[in-house]
């Protein structure tokens, strides 16, 4: 599988680099694009890295290209990690019929439903192969935290609830909170999973803290005038669940910003560095 790596783009930028790199995925069973920010530090030796996980519509251009994170990565020594949000080239029946499902929109779940399960495991993809693919042969360290927007928001806070002390942090910007209780994440599952709903909540955040012991930290920024926000979102079910069950949930309504890149942008800089005080510790 590593033997496919290949580098297919390189830009320079804040002292580091910007490589995108495509592979054979086993995961998937085709071929997967990520890109890799690496800090002017990893020209030294190994840094550890951020996980970002896009949202729907995305690859894994849209938050290299619109985020602005490359100059604090710079400062702080932290490569960053993004991955696409799908598999890609499949054409299977329906894939590209809608733009919040299919194509684009893999939703980080593992498929069991014919004949997704073949190919849409993004959470597989991103939690197990695509770290044990790129720590080692990329000058990145075993130490990783997770982030996302919108549909990458859910996966990254499912992805470190799921997998205890795989990552070091977690955050999200207007993540899809509770996805068997909103539009799309009912479409997404009962295409994906099937439709057995108590499937579901193994990749719903508010029911996996529902039963959690223990959870780490949450940081979420949400936007108050966020389009998406009372349908798809619910970030009240977020806070009313870590409020029951003591989970430490930090989160901050900011007004007026919408479900843009101009939200993310405007405070990507402080969920940076509250995983740079993770990695370092």
Request: charged share 25%; with cysteine.
């Amino acid at each position: 599988m590593s033997d496919s790596l290949e580098r297919i783009g390189r830009v320079r930028m804040h002292g580091g680099w910007i490589d995108t790199y495509t592979h054979a995925s086993e995961a998937c069973d085709c071929t997967m694009r990520f890109g890799v920010f690496l800090p002017p530090q990893a020209q030294e030796g190994p840094v550890p890295s951020l996980y970002w996980l896009s949202g729907l519509t995305c690859t894994e251009e849209n938050f290299l290209q619109k985020s602005g994170a490359q100059r604090w990565a710079s400062e702080l020594g932290v490569a960053l990690v993004a991955p696409d949000t799908s598999p890609r080239g499949l054409d299977l029946p329906g894939e590209h019929d809608d733009w919040d499902f299919g194509s684009g929109a893999g939703f980080y779940v593992d498929a069991t439903r014919r004949p997704w399960s073949q190919h849409y495991r993004m959470h597989d993809y991103v939690v197990r192969e695509l770290p044990a693919l790129i720590e080692g042969r990329l000058p990145l360290l075993p130490r990783r935290s997770v982030s996302g927007h919108s549909m990458g928001g859910h996966g990254a806070i499912v992805a470190a609830l799921r997998n205890p002390g795989h990552f070091q942090s977690v955050s999200a910007f207007a993540p899809i909170c509770a996805p068997t209780r909103c539009p799309w994440g009912e479409k997404a599952f009962s295409n994906y999973l099937g439709d057995d709903r108590e499937s579901w909540k193994a990749y719903d955040s508010c029911e996996l803290l529902r039963e959690a012991e223990s959870a780490p930290a949450l940081l979420v920024d949400q936007g108050t005038e966020d389009g998406f926000l009372a349908e798809q979102l619910k970030p009240e079910l977020l806070e009313e669940v870590c409020r029951e069950r003591g989970h430490d949930l930090e989160l901050r309504l900011r007004e007026g910003y919408d479900h843009s890149y101009f939200f993310v942008a405007s405070f990507f800089e402080e969920h940076l560095r509250f995983h740079a005080g993770a990695l370092a510790t």
